[in-house]
């Protein structure tokens, strides 16, 4: 009798294909996943947890505590600005340190005389914009979660090691030693280019900072959400429709419905609180009126998508923002 391992040892018949094996490594597997390998071991490191929980004790009160300081808003970006500030602010730094080694690669001066330079004064914005970037990154820090938080936490402190070379290239750039300086200078910039990949990293595979309800269109058609009598007044009652997550509120007779999912970090709204009409996210506290989905506290940014709602047969009916187009007896579509 033959074994099931047997069998898959034998060569595929004429005409046949052959099948890779269950499990079997692709060639090239490490090249590709190597990123999230290293990601996942950062996120295992014992020190970077334990910092990381110990500021997230210290910053967390303050932040609540101060939520509603237009300063810390606008930090951020916010509701001001349409998207956060920190990554704007970010290619300030990695340019001008850039310019810096472009001059230095230009520079032909056989006995370099100390003082500051072009190069050295480019350094020296670059560590200015540095710290702008810096108070943005511990403001957008300290709304974001668990692994983002640890990843960001990595990506400030390489960008701090970055700033100190920065800055002790400066110094001996001004002191003559241009050689020195030019090797810390190509340092910092090394660290730098390490920190901004953890950057890239939480923006475009973590999506932190970026709008969570861009492309949340539907239901394209009127659709029932929930019995009328099943909706209490003035509770938020989170409902689904066609796959969309929607949160349901009646003061007074007015019915107001939202998109559930908060357009800053995915937080559901409908476990918030509502007071004059304006929900309050329960994960970082930005605030949306419910009206017209306005932002009235950051730090989100976009408003929040508001669904038209109706009742119909005793059932509280919505519809996305982008209903389907109608179809006439000739079959062609209408706008």
Known sequence: MRTGSDQADDPPAAGQEAEPAIGAPCATTRLVSWHGDLLAWLDRLGWLRTLSDQLTAVLGPVRERHQ??????????????????????????????????????????????????????????????????????????TVSDDRDRRVGLLHGLLNTVAVGLQGASLGTRIAGRRSTARALGAASLTVTAAAGYLGGHLVFTRGVMVNRVAWATGPRRWTRALQETDLPDDSPTAVEAEGRQVMLYRHRGSLYAIDN???????????????????????????????????????????????????????????????????????????
Request: proline letters at 10%.
């Open 68 to 141: 509603d300081n237009l300063v810390l808003e606008l930090l951020h970006g916010g509701r001001w600005v349409g998207h956060p500030l920190h990554p704007a602010l970010s290619d300030l730094p990695i340019g001008l340190w850039t310019g810096v080694m472009v001059l230095d690669a230009m520079d032909r001066d056989p006995a370099p005389r100390p003082g500051i330079d072009a190069a050295g004064i480019l350094s020296a914005a670059g560590i200015l914009a540095a710290g702008a970037t810096a108070l943005t990154g511990l403001r957008d820090w």
């Open 261 to 335: 999912i908060c357009s800053h970090a995915g937080g559901l709204l409908s476990r918030g609180t509502v007071a004059d009409l304006t929900v309050t996210c329960p994960l970082h506290g930005s605030r949306f009126a419910l009206a017209d989905g306005c932002v009235s506290r950051g730090p989100a940014s976009q408003p929040q998508p508001v669904l038209p709602t109706r009742i119909r047969n005793g059932w509280i009916e919505v519809r996305g923002s982008l209903p389907a187009p109608r179809r006439p007896a000739n079959g062609r579509t209408q706008p």
